[in-house]
C-alpha cells in the first residue's frame, strides 16, 4: 500500500515538473519571438531610414551633378556669347577703322570725297586715251612743262599746239589705257595716276578744284612733284 502511494506522488511530481517545464519552453519561445519582433521592428526603421539617407544621398550627388552640368553649359553658353559679342565689336571696329580710312584716303591733300578724286581721274584719263586735248587743256593748272625740257606750256592754246604737233609717246599711252581707277594713290603733292605719268591735285581747297599739274614729258613748272 505504501509502495502506492509513494509510486503515486513520484508520478505526481513528475506530471507537476513536465508541466512546469512545458510553461517555461513555452514561455521562453514567447519570450524570444516577441524579442524577435522586437528587434525586426527596431531593425526594419534603421534599414529604412539607411536605405532613404542613402538614396537621398545619391539624389544630391545627382542634383549636384545637374546642377554643375548646367552651370558649365551656361558657363559655355554665357563665354560663347561673350565671344560672339567680342567677334561682333571687333568686326564693327575694323568696319569702322575700314570706313575712317576710306573717307581719309585723299585727306592728305583735298577736302573733296572719294568720289569727286575718283571720278576726276576717271576724267582725264578717258580724254587723254581719246586725245581730246581741248578737254584736257581745260584741265591743266598752267604753266605747264619746263623751259629746261623745251616744252612749256603757259595756256590752253599752247597746250593743245604741244599736244597736236608734239604729242606723247605710244609707250606711255598704252600703259595709261592697261591703267585702273582702283589703283589711284594719294600722297601730299596730289593724287597719281599710271605710276606717275599724271598727277593731280587740289589747286584751291575751298572750291575742291581738282588741276592736272604734270602730264607725262610736261612735268610741273614749279618742280613740286618729286616722287
Known sequence: MKRKIVALLVMAMICVGGTACGGAADTTADTTSEATVVDEDIVAPEATEETTTEADAATEEDAAATETTTTTEDGVAIEATDATEDTTADSTDATATEGDDDEA????????????????????VDAVLAKDWETVGDMIEYPIGTEEDK?????????????????????????????????????????????????????????????????????????????
Open 105 to 124: 584716303k585723299y585727306v592728305v591733300f583735298t577736302d573733296a570725297s572719294n568720289e569727286e578724286v575718283e571720278s576726276f581721274a576717271q576724267k582725264v
Open 151 to 227: 616744252n612749256l606750256c603757259n595756256n590752253k592754246e599752247e597746250f593743245v599746239a604741244y599736244a597736236n604737233s608734239t604729242g606723247f609717246s605710244e609707250e606711255g599711252m598704252t600703259s595709261l589705257a592697261a591703267w585702273d581707277n582702283a589703283d589711284l594713290w594719294a600722297n601730299w603733292q596730289g593724287a597719281c595716276i599710271d605710276n606717275g605719268n599724271i598727277w593731280f591735285r587740289d589747286i584751291d581747297p575751298e572750291k575742291k578744284d581738282l588741276k592736272i599739274v604734270s602730264l607725262f614729258d610736261l612735268r610741273e613748272a614749279g618742280g613740286e612733284i618729286t616722287e
